[in-house]
């Protein structure tokens, strides 16, 4: 079936540096749906990326979808204590929407 | 506009005992889905209704798990009998039909099962 991984499971950084996350699929996707989910809370939609190439910004997160559509990548620039949280994928196959295992980003201060 | 309503939030129970869980979906969202999510990792698809029919169960474990959407608005997912490893979050999450189908979570249900 279909299967999403990401990368890196953890990821620790100084607030400032930036961080990337990579998210691939075993299948090609029609589109891939980014989330966040800060410690105790449940998962927020960021953003969805439908096209093949296609990129996609919202303030310091950078978005982009591969041209086979079966990865994609999460950038954000300057990371802040706000960020803290982990970051999933979501790629949607032929039927059903399919969650990687998430990114946890820390962030010392 | 009002978000999914999940109760309750917090449950603790024995193994073997039973529990259930109750989602009001957003008003106007024909699809619902049920997801469990263990520490850890990303969120399970159970079940997805489509109004008040099932689009896909194919992973809800069916010998101890049920799902019902009878009148099409808010569900109730029960399990019967609990074990230790469905101690996890469980997810109740709606979206429209169109809009490319992007998922508006509750806050989840939080079972422990000991």
């Known amino acids: 079936g279909q299967q999403v991984m990401q990368i890196p499971q953890y990821q620790h950084v100084q607030e400032g540096e930036d961080f990337t996350t990579y998210c691939n699929s075993s299948t090609t996707l029609s589109n891939i749906q980014w989330y966040k989910q800060r410690p105790g809370g449940h998962p927020v939609f960021l953003i969805q990326l439908v096209k093949s190439g296609e990129v996609k910004k919202q303030k310091r997160l950078t978005f982009q979808f591969g041209e086979a559509k079966k990865n994609s990548s999460l950038h954000i620039t300057a990371t802040q204590t706000t960020d803290v949280g982990t970051y999933f994928c979501?790629?949607?196959?032929?039927?059903?929407?399919?969650f990687g295992q998430g990114t946890r980003l820390t962030i010392n201060p | 506009e009002a978000g999914v309503a999940q109760s309750p939030r917090y449950k603790i129970i024995e193994k073997r005992q039973s529990v259930a869980f109750w989602c009001n979906p957003i008003s106007g969202h024909a699809t619902l889905y049920w997801y469990q999510q263990i520490l850890g990792q990303g969120p399970k698809l159970l079940i997805q209704f489509q109004n008040n029919g099932v689009v896909d169960d194919s992973q809800l474990p069916k010998d101890r798990f049920s799902a019902e959407r009878l009148k099409g608005v808010d569900s109730t997912l029960k399990i019967q009998p609990a074990k230790l490893e469905d101690s996890a979050v469980y997810l109740c999450?709606?979206?429209?039909?169109?809009?490319?189908?992007?998922?508006?979570f509750g806050e989840g249900s939080w079972l422990t099962v000991v």
């Open positions: 999450a709606s979206s429209l039909v169109r809009a490319g189908n992007t998922i508006y």
């Open positions: 979501a790629g949607k196959g032929a039927q059903k929407l399919v």
